[in-house]
């Protein structure tokens, strides 16, 4: 037999089909299928199987197709071969309906190195530090100076600044090592994060590891995180040149390009932490369907909406609590009226104060308003402090609306729940370090606290958000698809089964 199949290499092959084809079993003859297909016959007595069918019975069991599963076993193995020829028909290249695991937890962890640049970038503005490095080189910038020659050349080129010229006349070489390397490392920290995005984006896409949505979605913070380097390039050269700020002040970065810096920053992060929370949030719906029926049904409740409403206006509110706190770094608005609640003699500067003439630039004052508000420290620290206060009053009222009301507490989910406690500590802590930020004269590590604290409290309104929303249209798909009726299959008579009926039709006859 070896010498066989060795003359016909095929034959080895095709005897297990053949066999499949050719000898039926007993229970092959007695299984549901068959009996249906054999109905409209009269039935006939069969002797006993021999022992040569036996051994075909033992031989051509593992090898049962469809036709031999009854009930529901053949249900199941016909969804799985459906799910399979449906795979090798589109040849493994299409985009899969729920994104994998991976790319979440990526997307987390590219999430928390934002929050640390974030709070660093803080770091580099406070101890002034930022405008240390004069040039913009995105490739050849990656290394530090490498000899004294280069570190004297950096030193040179910081020499002609304006902030070395008004501030830092008398400082040394080793003291401006100390400043080069803080803004050297924050912008290296910057294209790691780049690369780090760019590259498994890459990969994840052309491997299908994502959703067409999410593919889109990755694609958009890549090209934010391009932008985000350019606006810092352009906020620093913001300080590099004189005629940005009034003759003999304070040389510093326009406040407009440092709002418009940290506001992309915060975009990036809420974009990278919704997606990796939402593609978790799918695989945990689609694991537990029942689970997912009672969350559905609750989300969709009208009771809850105006509370979906608040979360959204809650989150911008802290998103604009934020940027205004920009403006006041950027124009060292926390170094004025270092009390709490009073600016002075009242709850507010005098009237005058607020609204100054020698801000606006145009002859018939058209711009007074809007130019003390955003330039104006006096006015720019009132409007934190109005922003921060909503902001406080806004998240308690949303705590005692969820705890208070009967018909929201009944429906709202229980990790919704949380996340509304969860902000309350988080508004708490960040009015304590806001406060103690202002009266003691804004020091360097109780400000950078200040800022980690907007990003955290910013970062408990999207996990709420992301909590209370509901899953994309394919998912819900997935979840409540009406099912299919299985298709009927019809076996066909076995070779053995012939000859029995002819012998029936002619005994009839």
């Not at 021999?50 to 199941?76: C, D, F, I, K, Y």
């Not at 300080?239 to 709002?259: E, I, K, N, T």
Request: proline residues 6%; contains cysteine.
């Amino acid at each position: 037999m070896a010498s066989v199949f060795h003359s016909f290499p095929l034959l080895r092959s095709a005897a297990p089909r053949l066999a499949r084809r050719l000898f039926v079993c007993r229970p092959c003859l007695n299984s549901p299928l068959h009996q249906a297909a054999r109905a409209p016959t009269t039935p006939v007595c069969r002797p006993r199987p021999s022992v040569l069918q036996a051994v075909r019975h033992n031989s051509t069991q593992p090898l049962r197709n469809t036709a031999t599963a009854g009930g529901a076993n053949a249900e199941a193995v016909l969804a799985a071969n459906a799910a399979v020829q449906s795979q090798s028909s589109s040849g493994g290249r299409s985009f899969p309906d729920t994104s994998s695991k991976s790319v979440a937890y990526w997307l987390l962890g590219s999430a928390a190195s934002v929050f640390g640049i974030v709070v660093f970038g803080g770091l580099t503005r406070l101890t002034e530090s930022g405008l240390s490095i004069t040039e913009w080189r995105p490739v050849t910038g990656s290394l530090p100076p490498m000899n004294q020659a280069d570190w004297e050349s950096e030193f040179a080129k910081y020499k002609s600044s304006p902030e070395f010229a008004l501030l830092n006349a008398n400082m040394t070489l080793d003291e401006f090592k100390q400043i080069h390397f803080m803004e050297w490392a924050h912008r290296l920290w910057g294209r790691v994060i780049g690369v780090t995005f760019l590259l498994p984006t890459v990969y994840f896409i052309a491997r299908r590891k994502v959703s067409p949505s999410m593919a889109v979605k990755l694609t958009g913070i890549c090209g934010l995180i391009g932008f985000q380097g350019f606006l810092g390039w352009w906020m620093v050269k913001s300080g590099l040149r004189d005629d940005l700020f009034a003759p003999g002040s304070h040389p510093r970065v326009s406040q407009y390009r440092l709002a418009a810096h940290l506001g992309a920053a915060f975009t990036v992060y809420c974009s990278m932490l919704l997606c990796g929370l939402s593609i978790l949030k799918e695989h945990r719906w689609l694991k537990d369907p029942k689970m997912a029926e009672d969350m559905m049904a609750r989300l969709k409740n009208p009771k809850l909406r105006l509370f979906k409403g608040s979360v959204v206006a809650l989150s911008l509110l802290v998103f604009v609590t934020a940027m205004s706190g920009a403006f006041v770094a950027g124009l060292d608005a926390g170094l004025i009226y270092n009390e709490f609640p009073y600016m002075g003699v009242g709850l507010t500067p005098p009237k005058k104060e607020l609204f100054d003439p020698f801000y606006s630039h145009v002859a018939d004052q058209s711009d007074l308003w809007w130019r003390n508000m955003l330039e104006n420290p006096s006015l720019v620290q009132l409007d934190h402090r109005i922003l921060a206060t909503t902001t406080f009053t806004a998240v308690m009222a949303l705590f005692a609306y969820t705890r208070y009301s009967s018909a929201v507490r009944g429906v709202l989910p229980k990790n919704a729940k949380k996340g509304v406690f969860g902000m309350v500590h988080l508004v708490w802590m960040q009015a304590a370090l806001g406060i103690s930020t202002l009266i003691y004269m804004v020091p360097t590590w109780m400000a950078a606290s200040h800022q980690a604290g907007a990003l955290a409290l910013l970062t408990g309104a999207v996990v709420l958000y992301s909590r209370i929303s509901l899953p994309r249209r394919a998912i819900r798909g997935q979840l409540f698809k009406t099912p299919t009726t299985p298709l009927k299959h019809t076996a066909t008579p076995s070779l053995r089964s012939r000859p029995v009926m002819a012998e029936t039709n002619s005994s009839k006859t």
